[in-house]
Structures are given as structure tokens and as C-alpha cells.
């Protein structure tokens, strides 16, 4: 998940800056997650408002990596299809692509 610093509910409530932060976050989580897990593609988007399903009062964007023989995003949702890594393991090379990204994104 990616989520502005500033607490607000939805897309209109972010000024240009906080809102091209966001989607400059979404681009590094896009650039990490492919530099650790090869995806074939990607499922990128905001639950706004409860009638949406969100479920969290803050605005975040999810990021969820797609691959080949996967069922539908509903399925990932509902934890049909899990990846199997130590927790630790995930952070730490996240993070190190994350910091990757950025150095990439700043050249």
C-alpha cells in the first residue's frame, strides 16, 4: 500500500504536490517490486469510500504484483493465492530495492 503523510479520505482532498508525491510513490513501488519479484504485470488502485470496500479511513493506493497463473484480483484479494517468504526476508530486500528506485529515479 502507498498513502500520502497527511490524513485524508480522498484523491480530491490532495494538493498537486501531495498528489504527484503519491503517484511518484506508486511509480517506486512499481520499479521495487519488479527489480524483486519479475511480475508480468500489476493491479494498481484506491477503495474510496466504504461503499467501495474500503476498509481503512486513510487514502492508499494498493500495488499488487501479478503473475501468469494467478486467478483474478478478487482471489489475491481474498488470500487464494499467497507468496510463500519469510517476512523479514520481504522487508529487507523491499527496502533495498525501494532505495534502489529512488537512486534510479534521481539520475
Not at 8 to 32: G, I, K, P, T
Not at 44 to 70: C, D, K, M, Q, T
Not at 79 to 105: N, R, T, W, Y
Amino acid at each position: 500500500m502507498v498513502f500520502p503523510k497527511r490524513h485524508v479520505l480522498e484523491l480530491s482532498e490532495l494538493d498537486e504536490e501531495e498528489a504527484l508525491c503519491l503517484f511518484r510513490s506508486v511509480n517506486l513501488a512499481v520499479r521495487a517490486l519488479k527489480s524483486c519479484y519479475s511480475p508480468k504485470g500489476y493491479n494498481i488502485g484506491f477503495n474510496v469510500g466504504e461503499a467501495s470496500g474500503a476498509s481503512i479511513a486513510h487514502l492508499h493506493a494498493h500495488v499488487v504484483p501479478r503473475y501468469g497463473n494467478e486467478l483474478g484480483f478478487i482471489d489475491i484479494i481474498g488470500g487464494a493465492k499467497v507468496l510463500v517468504e519469510d517476512p523479514a526476508d520481504h522487508v529487507e530486500k523491499i527496502s533495498k530495492a525501494f532505495g534502489e528506485a529512488q537512486m534510479e529515479v534521481e539520475r
